[in-house]
T-cell receptor, first 112, second 113 residues
Framework: GEDVEQSLFLSVREGDSSVINCTYT??????LYWYKQEPGAGLQLLTY?????DMKQDQRLTVLLNKKDKHLSLRIADTQTGDSAIYFC????????????FGSGTRLQVQP | DSGVTQTPKHLITATGQRVTLRCSPR?????VYWYQQSLDQGLQFLIQ???????AKGNILERFSAQQFPDLHSELNLSSLELGDSALYFC????????????FGQGTRLTVV
């Protein structure tokens, strides 16, 4: 079955890089996602990667995938106070039911 | 703004009652997904519709049902409400049934008292 795990909390200083980690268990080809949720808001799709890729970069965001270890990370460069939010890792298998399975979310706190 | 609209934003109702949550997907998107976010269960997939047909079911209770109408908007009906149904209910839409890019609405916060 599918299972996605994340650490619960990360605190960084403004201007530093943040790295949020996630592990997943699905053994099939899969899409892997990062969503951001700010207080009182919906889920914002940040970026996603297919499991045949190792890396994807989009401005301040870098996604790294280690398929052997089923480990996904999101690096935010030059973290700002506006990046404070909960970040969810999620996956969709390439076959079967095509709905997102979410991790429990990592709360990122950015200290000024 | 994701382009997915959910109404109402907040809903307070009593146990035993029935409510309807509404979702308008992004223009052109044929797939609608419903998710529940609660403190104890996290984010869970409930159900998916594609172009009016049910495509996949997740952890949806029998007291809950959904439909997608010809204009592609969707409604989630929750009946015989219990305190434990209090949660944030999200709708998401995607262009196809594969759901590769799903965009979420702002959610409806349901409080059952």
């Amino acid at each position: 079955g599918e299972d996605v795990e994340q650490s619960l909390f990360l605190s960084v200083r403004e201007g530093d890089s943040s790295v949020i980690n996630c592990t997943y268990t699905d053994s099939s080809s899969t899409y892997l996602y990062w969503y951001k949720q700010e207080p009182g808001a919906g889920l914002q799709l940040l970026t996603y990667i297919f499991s045949n890729m190792d890396m994807k970069q989009d401005q301040r965001l870098t996604v790294l995938l280690n398929k052997k270890d089923k480990h996904l990370s999101l690096r935010i460069a030059d973290t700002q106070t506006g990046d404070s939010a909960i970040y969810f890792c999620a996956e969709i298998p390439d076959t079967g039911r095509r709905a997102l399975t979410f991790g429990s979310g990592t709360r990122l706190q950015v200290q000024p | 703004d994701s382009g997915v609209t959910q109404t109402p934003k907040h809903l307070i109702t009593a146990t035993g009652q029935r409510v309807t949550l509404r979702c308008s997907p992004r223009s052109g998107d044929l797939s609608v997904y419903w998710y529940q976010q609660s403190l104890d269960q996290g984010l869970q997939f409930l159900i998916q519709y594609y172009n009016g047909e049910e495509r996949a079911k997740g952890n949806i209770l029998e007291r809950f049902s959904a439909q997608q109408f010809p204009d592609l908007h969707s409604e989630l009906n929750l009946s015989s409400l219990e305190l434990g149904d209090s949660a944030l209910y999200f709708c998401a839409s995607s262009a196809d049934t594969r759901g590769t890019e799903a965009f979420f609405g702002q959610g409806t916060r349901l409080t059952v008292v």
